[in-house]
Structure formats: structure tokens, C-alpha cells
């Protein structure tokens, strides 16, 4: 996924024939995405970052932003509400959530109807598998008990903490009046947010990532060039010694600098 950008899907369909066996559920509410979301971005040096949240991200990374407001440059919402665009309630239900997720045809009509209708087929079997095995229902519907279910989204972006940062919200217009309205509704509360509406379904990441990716682009070009520090890395004790020998031998027109393997692995040197 880091790589491509995209989900594996035919990596996950394999799963299906894969021996199973039990693993423990990851809950993620909104203080362990925090906590994994400050890591990442400190690990990579990418403070302030332009943020963009798509469906409940929203509910879950609220907390961080209010909490680090200054690593944030802005924020950008896409269909973002508490409530997750795939009714994950029905998986509570026993018989319901044996239909949809033991059958292609049942979860593949869930989707079209709640969340995008151009997913094709094994992109929709993708999402079912990662649901039914490895306790990925219970790993989703733990995560979805932990949201605030009454998250203020007007309270949240009128905060001193928040309200600074400039935001954009993108919106389907394809769903319904209704969704509109609920995307009109966001707008009005976070104030100062730019909105705009896109051609695609609330899963528009898997047909209309073009658009979505001109609006984002446009959008943080507006702001200044954030201006990052980053801390130099001390020279390892072995390339330094080979410099030092280097200079003092006078060879200053070819210097021979060697290199472990990746990580730091092995032992090969190359000049």
C-alpha cells in the first residue's frame, strides 16, 4: 500500500486459501490513531503536513489536530462523517452478517448502495475477505465502538486550537440531495472551509482519484513552501574514517566512500 498507493487486492483474495489461524483484534479509536499518526510523521520529518481525512479518518484524527495544531499546515475533509459510509451496524446482526459476508452478491449490492457503485468486483471482494477473516469484523466493529459518536464538528472547528487552520471539503454530489446538504451542512461549520463537490461516490479514492488529487493540489499550492528542519545524521564511525584517511593521504580529487548493504546489513562495500 506504501508503494502503490492502491490495495492488494489479489494479495488479499489469496488469504481465502491461506491456513488460518487466531489473532487478536487491533481496536484503533482515536487516541491509538494519534498515537501512530504523530509517529509516522515525526519518524519522516513531514511536519506541518497537509492533512486530508476521508470518511470517519475524521472522527479518529480530530483529537491529534487539536492537540497539534502546529503541525498541521491544513486540512482537507472527503465525504468525512462520524458515522462510517459503510453501515457497519450490520455486522452485529448474526444471520445478516453471514449473508454478507459469506456471499460475493450480498456484500458487492452493500456497497454499490452505500459507498461506491464503480468498485469492481474483486475490489469489492477484497474489502468482504479482509472483513470475514482474521478477525477483521471484530478488529472494525471494536473500532467503531470507540468513536465519539457525538463529536461536535462545529465546536471542534471553532476551538482555538483548530480554528487557524484552513481547511477544504470535497463532496460527492452524486449521491443524494440529502448528502449535499449534509456536505453544505460541514461546510458552514468548520466557517472558513473552501467547498467544492466531485463527480464520484463517498468511495471516490477507487474511480475519480484524478479529481480528487487536482482539488487537494490546487488547494495546498495557495499556501507558502513549508520550511522543514532536519537534523543532520552523524557520519557512521567506519565512512568517517575512510574520509579522514582519505584527506590525509591528499588523494582530494577521488575519494573513496564505501557503504554497508540496506539497513546496515552485511558486509559489502561498494566505491
Known amino acids: 500500500m506504501v508503494e502503490t498507493g492502491d490495495l492488494p487486492y489479489e494479495e488479499i483474495i489469496k488469504l481465502q486459501n491461506s491456513k488460518r489461524r487466531s489473532l487478536k483484534a487491533i481496536e484503533l479509536g482515536s487516541e491509538e490513531t494519534a498515537r501512530v499518526l504523530g ?18 479518518a475524521l472522527g479518529l484524527a480530530s483529537n491529534w489536530v487539536s492537540e497539534n495544531p502546529q503541525r498541521v499546515r491544513s486540512i482537507t475533509l472527503i465525504d468525512s ?5 459503510l453501515p457497519l451496524w450490520v455486522l452485529h446482526i448474526p444471520v445478516i452478517r453471514e449473508v454478507l459476508l459469506g ?9 454499490s448502495l452505500r459507498c461506491s457503485k464503480e468498485m469492481t468486483l474483486p475490489q469489492i471482494e477484497a474489502h468482504r475477505i479482509l472483513l470475514k477473516g482474521r478477525n477483521g469484523r471484530e478488529a472494525v466493529l471494536g473500532s467503531l465502538k470507540k468513536l465519539n459518536h457525538s463529536f461536535d464538528i462545529a465546536q471542534w472547528g471553532n476551538s482555538d486550537a483548530v480554528n487557524g487552520i484552513p481547511m477544504q471539503v470535497i463532496w460527492s454530489k452524486q449521491v443524494s440531495d440529502v448528502w449535499i446538504e449534509e456536505g453544505q451542512r460541514v461546510a458552514k461549520a468548520l466557517g472558513k472551509a473552501k467547498f467544492v463537490t466531485h463527480s464520484g461516490s463517498r468511495w471516490p479514492q477507487e474511480n ?10 490546487d488547494f495546498v499550492s495557495a499556501f507558502p513552501r513549508s ?16 574520509l579522514e584517511e582519505a584527506k590525509a593521504g591528499g588523494d582530494h580529487d577521488h575519494i573513496h566512500v564505501g557503504y554497508t548493504d540496506a539497513y546496515g546489513l552485511g558486509e559489502g562495500w561498494s566505491t
Open 39 to 56: 509517529q509516522v510523521i515525526d519518524t519522516l520529518g513531514l511536519s506541518p503536513v497537509h492533512l486530508v481525512l476521508h470518511d470517519s
Open 81 to 85: 462523517s462520524i458515522n462510517p459510509s
Open 103 to 111: 456471499f460475493s452478491f450480498g456484500f458487492q449490492k452493500l456497497v
Open 227 to 242: 520550511i522543514r528542519r532536519v537534523s543532520e545524521e552523524p557520519i557512521p564511525e567506519k565512512v568517517q574514517k575512510i
Open 208 to 217: 475519480k482519484s484524478g479529481e480528487l488529487t487536482d482539488y487537494i493540489a
